[in-house]
């Protein structure tokens, strides 16, 4: 029996020998257990994860589940998946083991996510909902297609909550200038607004770049990274998608306003950040614009739908906007497709010509246009 008693303390601790994947001989040593009973339950639930034996608790698959994916997945994106496991799932099914969860569990556990409040007294949103089932159902899905699991009781017990729409608001180029304006008494938050209104960028990839971003001479700046501030700590992460990876050419007054914008530093490195400013402060300088200029409210990230509607309305392709804000035309042309002229005339009239060969017109009382065969 691996499982010792600390005659110092009176605490228990485990000693497990194990084959690690290469097959060789490996010790483990687990201290701290109050009880003898903790202890063997540790090993067994150990010994359970070596074999892959789906007889384990979902709370010890899941640190399986983390070995195996976090490795693959941004920092922020695993921190997301974490918060709702230890917060939503584990406090609920965690102890229940994997090969006996049923679809019935799943109803339950469902119908206590749809009573439980949010810190704002409000029942969790259906976005959130479905995002905390989907995160379940990824859990069993890896367990099917890895350890053998024969059914997702999560899918069989069907999704809960919904996509909701999320508003889109803009401004137009004039609300944007007003707005620009306020913000002159401060040139970092100018500079920063210029950026996000005028180049369709992310909060988080304006907040990644630096002086060797940028290509004054073919007035172009490279987005390669985003930034993010977790558990405290400043963290440069590759941009939200591959898609997102791409070379924006400014218009030749943002290519010179950014040349000031360097020239406010004293010494300035080449890999250094420009906008050493954080989420919160670019939201608090939109409220002091908004409240001084009357402009209506928006979110930062609605800066980035500014710009896109901008661009559609100077008539640019949903190809080539999507080309310069990081995305596939045709999520452009599904998102703004409200935004962009409708041409449902034209269309008709052409379906007309090419029925007809030409649209019928009668002189003397006769049709002159051959049909088409």
Wanted: aromatic residues 10%; hydrophobic residues 30%; proline residues 3%.
């Amino acid at each position: 029996m691996p499982v010792y008693k600390n005659e110092k303390n009176g605490s228990w601790y485990v000693m497990v020998r194990y084959k690690d994947w290469k097959g060789e001989n490996k010790q483990k040593c687990q201290r701290g257990f109050a009880t003898k009973r903790e202890a063997q339950e540790w090993e067994r639930q150990f010994q359970l994860q070596k074999k892959a034996d789906l007889d384990m608790t979902l709370e010890s698959f899941c640190k399986m589940y983390e070995k195996d994916v976090r490795p693959r997945l941004k920092e922020n994106t695993w921190l997301t998946k974490e918060s709702i496991i230890q917060s939503k799932i584990l406090p609920y099914l965690g102890q229940r083991k994997v090969s006996e969860i049923t679809a019935k569990d799943v109803i339950d556990w469902q119908n206590e996510m749809r009573s439980q409040k949010g810190k704002d007294g409000k029942p969790i949103s259906p976005t959130y909902l479905k995002t905390i089932h989907a995160q379940l159902s990824s859990i069993f899905n890896h367990a099917i297609r890895y350890y053998d699991l024969t059914v997702n009781p999560a899918k069989k017990a069907g999704t809960m909550g919904m996509e909701e729409s999320k508003e889109m608001s803009f401004w137009t180029k004039e609300e944007y200038l007003k707005f620009a304006e306020a913000m002159m008494d401060k040139p970092l938050s100018y500079y920063a607004f210029e950026m996000l209104y005028w180049c369709g960028i992310r909060e988080g990839e304006l907040l990644a770049l630096t002086p060797a971003d940028f290509d004054f001479e073919n007035r172009t700046v490279t987005i390669n990274k985003s930034y993010q501030r977790l558990k405290g700590k400043d963290v440069i992460t590759s941009p939200k998608t591959k898609k997102s990876n791409r070379v924006i050419r400014m218009p030749q007054f943002l290519a010179d306003e950014m040349q000031d914008c360097l020239k406010l530093f004293y010494s300035l490195k080449p890999d250094d950040r420009i906008f050493p400013i954080t989420k919160h402060y670019l939201s608090h300088e939109m409220d002091r614009g908004c409240k001084e200029t009357g402009v209506k409210h928006i979110r930062i990230h609605d800066l980035r739908h500014s710009h896109v509607s901008l661009l559609i309305d100077m008539g640019f392709t949903a190809l080539a906007i999507g080309d310069r804000v990081g995305h596939e035309g045709e999520k452009i042309t599904y998102r703004y497709a409200h935004l962009f002229p409708s041409r449902q005339t034209e269309m008709a009239d052409r379906l007309d010509t090419a029925r007809f060969g030409c649209r019928s017109e009668e002189k003397g009382g006769e049709d002159t246009c051959q049909q088409g065969a």
